[in-house]
């Protein structure tokens, strides 16, 4: 089960996962993604602080967004992550694709380049 | 002794104790007419008479209780043909009398007992033959009460036999006491009449003709024996058995008239509501055919047939038609006496009328719809009942009964359509989910072989080798799974160890295992170093593997020359190392990415090469994600914590036993015989 919002801050837009992703979950995931991957000039933030496990078919859908946020050029930052989920991502090897912040701030300033 | 042994046995005595009763009567009539003094005691024959009675009684009661399959009319047909011979017997004799008459022998007193005694014997015979049959015609409902009071009734009337034979004066005083309380107890079993409700039209009619004429025998028996009796009086004040003077034949005797009027009656009123019976017979079979269609029909349009069938004629319905939709979404429809044109045309009527709940899909009540159709120009219908079929709360259909009559449809026949419509629903669910079943069954087999087919492609046997031993398990959560492992001998001193998993599980895992196989087994025998085995093996699955789908994997390389062990992770797991001279445990933490995460040739730049010393007794654990993420019912994890203490705790044992314990501990943890992810286990132990 997992519950997606969106916040937008300006050209800002935050999208928070809360719950699990799992196999069935994750097309909600990914069709969050992909939507705010479409407005152009948007800076993507995913507040993954209130996520708790995540499947590799979640792990799928970020990665499968990675040759398109380097072709066009997207800034996309990933924060929030618990130990957990970060041991996740890191043993795959995505957290030296993918822009993984500490918290809000952090990732803030990453996707503005600061 | 076979009871029909008895029957005879008793048949046999009845006829003998009879032969006796007359001669011991007749004697007495005979000194009593001459004034003699009697050789015999006076009782002699009502003990004797008494003892025909219980006889006869024995003998129609095995024969009676014999019969199986209780059919009313049959036993009412016995009942009329013991009435017929008995009578038979009686109007013989009675010609006799008729052609003697005139001649003195006629007027004899002798012989008019003959005749009287004669005549008892048969009425008796009549009577217990018939009370008997009554006895099953009453009890044919048991209650334990209604048994009770027939055995108090039938035990008393027996007793009454001992009354009779007891020489004392006062006990006469009894007689209309005991009389009394047997007729009270006759008169309330007499209500006991429920197997006329079981008499169809027919039958019942057959019923009141056998009764009366069992009456008639009754009516003639009682008058013959009563003219005799007056008969024997009026020549001479004689001692002689009077049956008047017998309770039992007197309580019998009104009973059985008692009952049969009783019966006569009841049919009688029930005649003209015997149809309505009949109906509700024909519902309860007519459901009972459409239950079981679902077991012996093979095809749902029977089942359909059947309903349409069953419904016209529980309803006297003049038409009626059955649209249906199928598994297929085939729309079919099914007609009764109404062809499918006008069906449209009423069909369109009523919803251009914007009549809802007949024929419209949202609701699930039926209407009685007479005023409506009343409107209806053309068609000769006037009433029309319909229900809709569903299944699982989705109409997939509906039912639709015609009448030419206005309000032909009443509150019962809706009701009893409903039910056949729920029932009908039922049949084609339970018959869709039959063959849905079957589709399953089919698949799962499918599924097995498909288990077989990738269990092949696991290693069966793993190299081992004089440095090392290496054993390994794996377990797929569905039939199929997506982890991989094998072992591969390139030259004397050097091995090749894989072990890999598809991001995902079940059959699309499966697929892409298959292919990573044949990519690892290809490029195993190129002797490449770790990480350039790896770029190549994840520049072959770009091409091949599905968008989203990675596959880790990490890849050794044995010398056992040099005691070298050179590898590179995929994005795996992190390899478990037991060092054997410290006693500790820890997870090689380098760095790696999953192939087909990057698709292109800088995957090179996130892979590297590692490499140790191994010493005997070190323990290498190779796995998978399903072992550290495997869940107990709380929610947490196995974890790599559990996996590394666990290790350490078993590491100076055999693999083998390091790989049981390890298993054990796993399920011990999360507390269930299946866990919910492939999980593979490989454990090499230096030697």
Redesign the interface.
Same mark, same amino acid.
């Given at each position: 089960m997992v519950d997606i919002k969106k916040i937008k801050e300006e050209e800002l837009e935050i999208i928070i996962v809360k719950g699990e992703v799992d196999?069935s979950s994750s097309i909600q995931l990914d069709n969050a993604i992909s939507e705010s991957m479409e407005t152009e000039g948007l800076k993507i933030l995913v507040d993954l602080t209130g996520l708790e496990y995540i499947s590799?078919?979640g792990? =799928?859908?970020f990665?499968?967004y990675?040759?398109e946020v380097k072709k066009k050029n997207i800034q996309l930052a990933l924060f929030g992550l618990n130990e957990?989920v970060a041991g996740v991502f890191e043993?795959? =090897?995505?957290d030296?694709?993918l822009t993984i912040a500490a918290d809000k701030e952090q990732a803030k300033a990453k996707v503005y380049g600061v | 002794v076979s009871t029909k042994a008895i029957i005879r046995i008793a048949a046999f005595f009845s006829a003998i104790v009879w032969i006796m009763l007359l001669f011991t009567d007749l004697s007495l009539v005979f000194s009593s007419f001459h004034q003699l003094k009697p050789g015999l005691a006076s009782w002699w024959p009502n003990l004797l008479l008494n003892l025909f009675i219980l006889l006869v009684f024995v003998y129609y009661k095995l024969r009676i209780e014999r019969i199986d399959n209780v059919n009313f009319v049959d036993l009412l047909w016995r009942v009329f043909v013991t009435g017929l011979i008995t009578a038979v017997a009686s109007v013989v004799l009675r010609i006799f009398q008729f052609i003697l008459s005139g001649t003195p022998f006629a007027d004899n007193v002798l012989f008019l007992d003959f005749l009287y005694q004669f005549n008892l014997g048969l009425f008796i015979a009549f009577l217990v033959s018939t009370f008997l049959v009554w006895k099953r015609l009453i009890l044919y409902q048991k209650s334990k009460f209604l048994m009770r009071t027939w055995r108090v009734f039938e035990t008393t009337l027996l007793l009454t036999l001992i009354y009779n034979v007891l020489p004392f004066e006062w006990l006469d005083g009894f007689f209309n006491f005991l009389l009394g309380g047997l007729l009270l107890l006759g008169l309330f079993l007499s209500g006991n009449m429920k197997w006329v409700a079981y008499l169809n039209f027919k039958q019942k009619w057959k019923g009141i003709l056998l009764i009366a004429l069992g009456l008639f025998y009754l009516g003639y028996f009682f008058y013959t024996i009563a003219r005799l009796a007056t008969d024997i009086n009026g020549l001479n004040q004689i001692l002689f058995a009077d049956y008047r003077e017998n309770v039992f034949i007197v309580a019998l005797l009104a009973f059985i008239f008692i009952y049969a009027v009783f019966s006569l009656l009841v049919i009688l009123f029930n005649l003209p509501t015997s149809s309505v019976f009949e109906q509700k017979l024909e519902e309860v079979v007519n459901f009972q055919r459409l239950s079981q269609s679902i077991q012996t029909e093979q095809s749902e349009g029977k089942v359909y047939e059947i309903l349409l069938e069953t419904s016209v004629s529980t309803v006297f319905a003049d038409a009626a038609w059955l649209e249906i939709e199928d598994a297929q979404g085939h729309h079919s429809i099914y007609t009764y006496r109404i062809p499918e044109r006008e069906v449209r045309e009423i069909a369109q009527y009523l919803e251009s009328k914007k009549i809802l709940g007949v024929l419209d899909t949202g609701s699930d009540k039926s209407r009685n719809l007479s005023r409506k159709m009343a409107q209806l120009k053309n068609s000769r219908f006037r009433s029309i009942l319909a229900y809709p079929i569903s299944i699982r709360n989705q109409q997939i259909g509906r039912l639709a009964l015609l009448k030419e009559v206005s309000e032909g449809f009443n509150k019962d026949m809706a009701r009893i359509i409903s039910t056949f419509a729920n029932q009908a629903g039922i049949s084609i669910e339970n018959f869709r989910l039959l063959a849905q079943a079957l589709e399953n069954e089919r698949y799962k087999e499918q599924l097995k072989i498909a288990k077989t087919v990738q269990r092949a492609l696991l290693p069966e046997l793993l190299v081992n080798d004089a440095d090392f031993e290496i054993v390994a398990f794996s377990q797929a959560a569905d039939e199929v799974g997506g982890d991989y492992y094998d072992t591969y001998r390139i030259s004397e001193s050097r091995i090749a160890l894989i072990i890999g998993d598809v991001s995902g599980k079940g059959t699309s895992a499966a697929f892409q295992m298959s292919q990573m196989k044949g990519i690892f087994s290809s490029l195993c025998q190129l002797e490449l170093p770790t990480e350039e085995f790896l770029f190549r093996a994840n520049n072959a699955l770009s091409i091949c593997l599905a968008k989203k789908t990675f596959i880790t994997a990490s890849y050794f390389l044995i010398d056992t020359q040099q005691q070298v062990v050179e590898f590179s992770r995929a994005g795996h797991c992190p390899t478990l190392y037991f060092n054997a001279s410290t006693q500790k445990a820890e997870f090689f933490k380098n760095k790696g990415l999953g192939m087909g995460i990057i698709r292109n040739e800088t995957f090179r730049n996130y892979l590297a090469a590692h490499s140790f010393k191994y010493l005997p007794n070190d323990v290498m654990v190779l796995y998978t994600d399903g072992i550290t993420e495997a869940k107990n019912a709380k929610g947490e994890e196995f974890g790599s914590d559990r996996l590394l203490h666990s290790l350490e705790k078993w590491a100076q044992h055999t693999p083998e036993y390091i790989r049981e314990k390890l298993i054990t501990t796993l399920y011990e943890f999360t507390g269930t015989d299946h866990i919910d992810d492939d999980y593979t286990v490989m454990i090499v132990k230096f030697k």
């Amino acid at each position: 089960m997992v519950d997606i919002k969106k916040i937008k801050e300006e050209e800002l837009e935050i999208i928070i996962v809360k719950g699990e992703v799992d196999a069935s979950s994750s097309i909600q995931l990914d069709n969050a993604i992909s939507e705010s991957m479409e407005t152009e000039g948007l800076k993507i933030l995913v507040d993954l602080t209130g996520l708790e496990y995540i499947s590799s078919a979640g792990l =799928g859908v970020f990665m499968s967004y990675i040759e398109e946020v380097k072709k066009k050029n997207i800034q996309l930052a990933l924060f929030g992550l618990n130990e957990k989920v970060a041991g996740v991502f890191e043993i795959l =090897g995505l957290d030296q694709l993918l822009t993984i912040a500490a918290d809000k701030e952090q990732a803030k300033a990453k996707v503005y380049g600061v | 002794v076979s009871t029909k042994a008895i029957i005879r046995i008793a048949a046999f005595f009845s006829a003998i104790v009879w032969i006796m009763l007359l001669f011991t009567d007749l004697s007495l009539v005979f000194s009593s007419f001459h004034q003699l003094k009697p050789g015999l005691a006076s009782w002699w024959p009502n003990l004797l008479l008494n003892l025909f009675i219980l006889l006869v009684f024995v003998y129609y009661k095995l024969r009676i209780e014999r019969i199986d399959n209780v059919n009313f009319v049959d036993l009412l047909w016995r009942v009329f043909v013991t009435g017929l011979i008995t009578a038979v017997a009686s109007v013989v004799l009675r010609i006799f009398q008729f052609i003697l008459s005139g001649t003195p022998f006629a007027d004899n007193v002798l012989f008019l007992d003959f005749l009287y005694q004669f005549n008892l014997g048969l009425f008796i015979a009549f009577l217990v033959s018939t009370f008997l049959v009554w006895k099953r015609l009453i009890l044919y409902q048991k209650s334990k009460f209604l048994m009770r009071t027939w055995r108090v009734f039938e035990t008393t009337l027996l007793l009454t036999l001992i009354y009779n034979v007891l020489p004392f004066e006062w006990l006469d005083g009894f007689f209309n006491f005991l009389l009394g309380g047997l007729l009270l107890l006759g008169l309330f079993l007499s209500g006991n009449m429920k197997w006329v409700a079981y008499l169809n039209f027919k039958q019942k009619w057959k019923g009141i003709l056998l009764i009366a004429l069992g009456l008639f025998y009754l009516g003639y028996f009682f008058y013959t024996i009563a003219r005799l009796a007056t008969d024997i009086n009026g020549l001479n004040q004689i001692l002689f058995a009077d049956y008047r003077e017998n309770v039992f034949i007197v309580a019998l005797l009104a009973f059985i008239f008692i009952y049969a009027v009783f019966s006569l009656l009841v049919i009688l009123f029930n005649l003209p509501t015997s149809s309505v019976f009949e109906q509700k017979l024909e519902e309860v079979v007519n459901f009972q055919r459409l239950s079981q269609s679902i077991q012996t029909e093979q095809s749902e349009g029977k089942v359909y047939e059947i309903l349409l069938e069953t419904s016209v004629s529980t309803v006297f319905a003049d038409a009626a038609w059955l649209e249906i939709e199928d598994a297929q979404g085939h729309h079919s429809i099914y007609t009764y006496r109404i062809p499918e044109r006008e069906v449209r045309e009423i069909a369109q009527y009523l919803e251009s009328k914007k009549i809802l709940g007949v024929l419209d899909t949202g609701s699930d009540k039926s209407r009685n719809l007479s005023r409506k159709m009343a409107q209806l120009k053309n068609s000769r219908f006037r009433s029309i009942l319909a229900y809709p079929i569903s299944i699982r709360n989705q109409q997939i259909g509906r039912l639709a009964l015609l009448k030419e009559v206005s309000e032909g449809f009443n509150k019962d026949m809706a009701r009893i359509i409903s039910t056949f419509a729920n029932q009908a629903g039922i049949s084609i669910e339970n018959f869709r989910l039959l063959a849905q079943a079957l589709e399953n069954e089919r698949y799962k087999e499918q599924l097995k072989i498909a288990k077989t087919v990738q269990r092949a492609l696991l290693p069966e046997l793993l190299v081992n080798d004089a440095d090392f031993e290496i054993v390994a398990f794996s377990q797929a959560a569905d039939e199929v799974g997506g982890d991989y492992y094998d072992t591969y001998r390139i030259s004397e001193s050097r091995i090749a160890l894989i072990i890999g998993d598809v991001s995902g599980k079940g059959t699309s895992a499966a697929f892409q295992m298959s292919q990573m196989k044949g990519i690892f087994s290809s490029l195993c025998q190129l002797e490449l170093p770790t990480e350039e085995f790896l770029f190549r093996a994840n520049n072959a699955l770009s091409i091949c593997l599905a968008k989203k789908t990675f596959i880790t994997a990490s890849y050794f390389l044995i010398d056992t020359q040099q005691q070298v062990v050179e590898f590179s992770r995929a994005g795996h797991c992190p390899t478990l190392y037991f060092n054997a001279s410290t006693q500790k445990a820890e997870f090689f933490k380098n760095k790696g990415l999953g192939m087909g995460i990057i698709r292109n040739e800088t995957f090179r730049n996130y892979l590297a090469a590692h490499s140790f010393k191994y010493l005997p007794n070190d323990v290498m654990v190779l796995y998978t994600d399903g072992i550290t993420e495997a869940k107990n019912a709380k929610g947490e994890e196995f974890g790599s914590d559990r996996l590394l203490h666990s290790l350490e705790k078993w590491a100076q044992h055999t693999p083998e036993y390091i790989r049981e314990k390890l298993i054990t501990t796993l399920y011990e943890f999360t507390g269930t015989d299946h866990i919910d992810d492939d999980y593979t286990v490989m454990i090499v132990k230096f030697k």
